[in-house]
Structures are given as structure tokens and as C-alpha cells.
């Protein structure tokens, strides 16, 4: 796969993880019922670590029957189309940029399988606790054993791609530099404060330039790579 392509299948990726992000907001009755500290509530579920928490997100009925049945679409949504398309996405990224440091590229390629599976995990974690509310404390111990490493591995991976990019032309260290940004707050609100709305913010910023880059890209490929004699370098025999 060259890099032209690679950066094609990476915009194709995530304009569908763009697509399906917008879907989310359009599942009838994704509400929460209560308090959830300022997140959504898909991440307000991801968080939750007791009974407690349950409650406060789910309510009472018939706002609680609702919100199951919500969050149980949503949940279908994200392990059959938005993980797969941010995957795709993210790995088309790494496919892209793979003449970059050997060491580096596969740290950020496992960083993201394991975010992946941690995602899938989780996903089946919360399919269990929709059926079985409020849930036990083994839930919640494995859900914030997923559900934070996988936040904190894709933060990481965006601090990897970022670090990648800025040996690039000018324009990729423009995009480096949001790309990092973006990973930094959604890394250090993850630590301080997950239910902050910002977290998913600096996700989103991050994943927004990348899908810049990647359109970039698609055009003109050694721009967001590396520099033009370090790629004519590799190419020799």
C-alpha cells in the first residue's frame, strides 16, 4: 500500500467515524435521566463505578426503560460501526506514516489494537450491566480497567502521530501541534477530571486534524510524512 492510498483509506475512515459520531445524537430517548457531572450520557455509562452512579444516570421509571433500551442501540452502533471505522481510521494513519522510527510505529500500532480491544471488551462489559442494573462491583472494576486504559492508550497514540508529524513539512507540524494538543487535554482531563465535557473535546480535536492531514494526504502524501530526503533516502536500495 503506498502512502497516497494509505492516507485515502485514512480520510474514507474517518469521515465514517465522523458520520457515525453524528448518529449518536440522533438515538431516540439517549438521555440521561440525571446528574452526570457534565458528560454525555454514553460516557457517563463508561464511568460509572457504583450503584450509585447507576442510579443517578438512570433514574426512575419510565425515563430508566428508555435510557436502557438508548444506550443499548448505542452500544450496537459503536462495536459494529464506530470502532471499526475509528480503527480503520487510526491504523490507516499508521500505515501512512510507517517510514517513520520502526520502534515508534509499532508503539503506536499496539497502542491502538489495544484501544480497540479494550473498546470491545468494555462494550461487552455494558451490554451485561444494561441487563443486570444496578450492577456489582465486579462490573465497575472491569469497566474502569477498560475503559480508562483505552482512553489513555488512544491519548497516547495521538501524542505518537503528533510526534511523527512534526518531522514532516511545515504544514504537518500545524498539524502535529493541534494533533497534540488535542491528546494532552483529553490525557490530563482523563486523570483529573473524565467527566469533564473537554475530555472528548481534545479527542475530537485531535481526530479532526488528523482527518485534515489525511485529506492532505491523499493528495500530496509526502507532505504530512516525512521529509522529502528522508523519504527519497528510504527509497533508494
Not at 43 to 66: H, K, M, N, Q
Not at 156 to 165: F, G, K, V
Not at 169 to 174: E, Q
Request: charged share 15%; aromatic share 8%; net charge positive.
Amino acid at each position: 500500500m503506498t502512502s497516497r492510498s494509505a492516507w485515502r483509506w485514512c480520510a474514507l475512515a474517518g469521515l465514517a467515524t465522523l458520520t457515525i459520531s453524528v448518529m449518536f445524537g440522533r438515538v431516540p430517548g439517549l438521555v440521561a435521566c440525571g446528574d452526570t457531572g457534565g458528560a454525555g450520557p454514553i460516557i457517563a455509562l463508561e464511568l460509572v463505578r457504583s450503584a450509585a452512579d447507576v442510579a443517578a444516570l438512570f433514574g426512575s421509571e419510565p425515563c430508566t426503560s428508555r435510557l436502557i433500551a438508548a444506550q443499548r442501540e448505542a452500544l450496537w452502533l459503536d462495536m459494529l460501526g464506530f470502532i471499526p471505522a475509528y480503527l480503520t481510521f487510526l491504523l490507516s494513519a499508521v500505515a501512512a506514516l510507517r517510514r517513520a522510527s520502526l520502534g515508534l510505529i509499532m508503539a503506536l500500532f499496539s497502542a491502538i489494537t489495544f484501544a480497540g480491544a479494550f473498546d470491545f471488551i468494555e462494550g461487552l462489559i455494558l451490554f451485561k450491566l444494561l441487563g443486570n442494573l444496578p450492577g456489582d462491583q465486579r462490573t465497575f472494576t472491569g469497566l474502569f480497567w477498560t475503559v480508562r486504559p483505552k482512553f489513555a492508550l488512544l491519548a497516547a497514540s495521538e501524542l505518537m502521530i503528533a510526534l511523527i508529524l512534526w518531522r514532516g513539512a511545515p504544514v504537518a507540524k500545524i498539524a502535529a501541534g493541534v494533533i497534540g494538543a488535542g491528546g494532552v487535554v483529553a490525557l490530563v482531563h482523563l486523570l483529573r477530571a473524565p467527566h469533564d465535557p473537554a475530555m472528548m473535546r481534545g479527542h475530537a480535536v485531535a481526530w479532526g486534524a488528523l482527518l485534515v492531514t489525511a485529506a492532505i494526504g491523499s493528495v500530496r502524501p509526502a507532505v504530512p510524512g516525512l521529509p522529502e530526503r528522508r523519504l527519497m533516502a528510504a527509497a533508494k536500495p
